[in-house]
């Protein structure tokens, strides 16, 4: 594994919720507890990775230290919960609002494509007519949103370091660096744009990346938006992390009443938990 530099661009995805559609029996379960209504690929572009590492593992140093957090079981380590690494859904409020506070003070821009998994289900039940033998899997949507995700990233810079969250027992790096493959080849020819730059591909888990941790927090916070749809205060981290500066861009992919591509969400046009109210016909039913 090469270590990190300046010069390299450096790329740490990971996503939010899941591609389930089905349970083992092939009942549909998209929505029902434990099973989310929406699929999310995020990546977060971090400036400096090696002092973001350094600022979470002095806060989680600090935070064990805490009396405060003495008693809370996410803290004892035999858990292998905050006193090892941060995550959102898991960490306590406490926790999350001071990771937070050293996310917003770091050079890391988020950009995101997330997928209504009921438009997703349409398509399977829709191809499963014409294709009785088809049989969707959730590794099918994990490589669609990932060439979506870095269909324009991928012929800028000289060289790319790209971190993926392994998902499960099986590292899937082959497929990961095809499906890079396959969105640089993409752009090129929609483009004329041809891009040599050396990808280095690494598989990790959040315990040993402070990037992952970071993204981790980011879509968080978007799914937060997405799964609630609760405009008080559902989206307050979101919001702030938009006034930041921290989000380049999220794309709606399903929401297709204004152009066929998808609805693209930016600073200047900020997704908000009120907003989602608008796009219901595209949510769940």
Not at 183 to 206: L, T
Not at 256 to 281: D, M, N, W
Request: net charge positive; glycine share 6%.
């Amino acid at each position: 594994m090469s270590t990190p530099t300046q010069e390299t661009k450096h790329y740490f995805v990971d996503e939010a919720g899941d591609g389930t559609l089905f349970d083992a029996k092939g009942r549909v379960i998209v929505g029902e507890q434990g099973c989310s209504n929406f699929f999310s690929l995020g990546l977060a572009d971090v400036t400096q990775p090696l002092a973001l590492a350094s600022d979470l593992t002095q806060l989680r140093q600090e935070l064990l230290r805490d009396p405060l957090l003495k008693s809370v079981r996410q803290m004892d380590p035999r858990r292998g919960q905050t006193a090892v690494f941060f995550h959102a859904k898991d960490d306590p409020v406490e926790v999350r609002r001071e990771v937070f506070r050293v996310l917003l003070k770091h050079d890391i821009r988020f950009s995101a494509v997330v997928k209504c998994k009921w438009q997703v289900l349409a398509y399977v039940q829709g191809r499963n007519r014409f294709h009785p033998d088809y049989r969707y899997h959730p590794n099918e949507l994990y490589d669609l949103m990932l060439r979506r995700l870095f269909k324009e990233r991928l012929h800028v810079h000289s060289a790319y370091r790209v971190v993926f969250a392994v998902r499960g027992n099986r590292e899937r790096s082959t497929e990961f660096r095809q499906a890079l493959e396959s969105a640089r080849a993409s752009f090129a020819q929609q483009h004329h744009i041809d891009s040599a730059a050396a990808v280095e591909v690494v598989p990790s888990r959040p315990a040993n990346d402070a990037g992952l941790q970071a993204v981790d927090y980011f879509l968080w916070a978007l799914q937060r938006v997405y799964e609630r749809r609760d405009e008080h205060g559902g989206d307050r981290y979101l919001n702030a992390l938009w006034e930041a500066g921290k989000v380049s861009l999220v794309v709606d992919i399903d929401d297709t009443r204004r152009a066929p591509y998808g609805a693209y969400y930016t600073k200047q046009k900020p997704l908000q938990a009120a907003a989602l109210k608008a796009v219901e016909e595209y949510r769940i039913g």
